[in-house]
């Protein structure tokens, strides 16, 4: 049954886009010219804001933003920052390092594998052994929040194993920045990536790329692509404060705001607060409930759940996931390639009561359905 559109929105409990707050989408409201100056103040606040929120504010990082969803970021990375030739390791535990790997297939850049169990994070010590075994390895990649699970990448040890080979270390933290602590320098990495829908809680319609300065300025000439090329991108915005070509405008707007939501907030620390009770609430109330979670908890960010499918014939994700839609809340598909599973996001403009709330309605759903769980 197709929901009547109200002012009510569903609540999202997704991975991204996500449920934001009233004054983000508020901050919409206005049309602003790409060349004005108060657009280029807002993006330079913006750009100073990010790197604030990464803890690398005047520690020789710059952020540069991309039109275009997270994946367009990533491509721009290994489009514009690996050197000709040039051979990136990567360290792959769920669906985004096996979508890096692809971005360099096509991209037509060398790659060496490390594959690791989906319920596993990714091994240093098996990314050692392969920089070791294959010489002239450019550049390390991985994904910090694997969101196909929720599992958190060891991206200290992994930093430290590609500087000890001399590597550039590119870590994808989609949906982990701004409410994960990352220590960008401790960690080694020289290009971070997120973007705008997911813990700094804007609406989509960019990416950004935390980067070393002196990494990026070494990559002069290498570019594959004129639109993804990051540091022509930076050298636009550091030049005049303007983007190359047409900017998400509102979008922009609703980030500048978001990323002032996310200071009132307490920052990343209190940000993440939030999240992580989310998911304690929501896990407490799923097993209480007779789910079980595919992770072990010890593997488990607070970002995003992967629950197993039950065990009952009268299971069927579709009519789940409908059933909870009709009463106003989205949850999200599984992406895990080996066991059947769904998903349950806590990230977003959601707190305590609406998990709560959510809980209530797939206990709902549950009898409704006429499903038997065991707690
Ligand atoms: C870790 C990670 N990488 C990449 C992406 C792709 O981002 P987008 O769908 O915005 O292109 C996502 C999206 O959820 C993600 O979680």
Redesign the pocket.
């Known amino acids: 049954m197709p929901s009547i559109p109200g002012w009510k929105d569903q609540i999202l409990f997704t991975?991204?886009p996500l449920t934001t707050s009233r004054t983000v989408k508020q901050a919409m409201l206005r049309d602003l010219g790409s060349r004005d100056f108060e657009f280029i103040e807002t993006v330079r606040a913006i750009r100073n804001g990010l790197l604030a929120a990464g803890g690398v504010k005047d520690k020789g990082y710059d952020a540069i933003i991309l039109q275009?969803?997270?994946?367009?970021?990533?491509e721009a990375v290994f489009a514009s920052t690996v050197r000709p030739g040039g051979k990136v390791l990567i360290a792959v535990n769920?669906?985004?390092g096996d979508?890096m790997l692809h971005l360099c297939k096509v991209l037509g850049i060398a790659t060496v594998e490390v594959r690791c169990p989906e319920h596993q994070p990714v091994d240093p010590a098996a990314v050692k052994k392969a920089l070791h075994e294959h010489p002239g390895i450019t550049d390390v990649a991985t994904?910090?929040?694997?969101?196909?699970t929720g599992i958190i990448n060891p991206i200290g040890e992994i930093g430290a194993q590609a500087h000890a080979a001399g590597a550039q270390f590119f870590v994808?933290?989609?949906?982990?920045f701004g409410a994960v602590p990352i220590d960008i320098e401790g960690a080694r990495i020289d290009y971070l990536?997120s973007?705008a829908?997911?813990c700094i809680e804007g609406v989509?319609g960019f990416?950004f790329i935390i980067a070393r300065r002196a990494a990026i300025e070494a990559t002069d000439g290498w570019a594959r692509s004129v639109s993804l090329d990051i540091l022509a991108q930076l050298r636009g915005l550091e030049k005049n404060g303007q983007f190359r070509f047409t900017p998400p405008t509102h979008v922009l707007l609703a980030f500048h705001q978001a990323l002032l939501e996310l200071e009132q907030e307490g920052g990343v620390p209190g940000r993440g607060a939030r999240y992580r009770n989310n998911y304690d609430t929501l896990v407490a109330g799923m097993r209480a409930m007779g789910f079980r979670e595919y992770l072990p908890a010890e593997l488990q960010g607070y970002i995003?759940t992967s629950f197993l499918y039950p065990d009952d014939p009268k299971w069927d994700f579709e009519d789940f996931y409908t059933r909870l839609n009709e009463r106003g809340f989205t949850i999200y598909p599984g992406k895990v390639s080996n066991a059947d599973c769904f998903r349950i996001g806590n990230i977003g403009r959601i707190f305590e009561s609406d998990v709560r709330d959510l809980l209530a309605a797939i206990r709902e759903t549950i009898d409704a359905m006429g499903l038997q769980l065991h707690a």
């Open positions: 991975p991204g275009g969803s997270g994946t367009f970021s990533v769920g669906a985004y979508r994904v910090h929040c694997e969101t196909t994808d933290a989609m949906s982990s990536v973007s829908n997911k989509p990416g995003i």
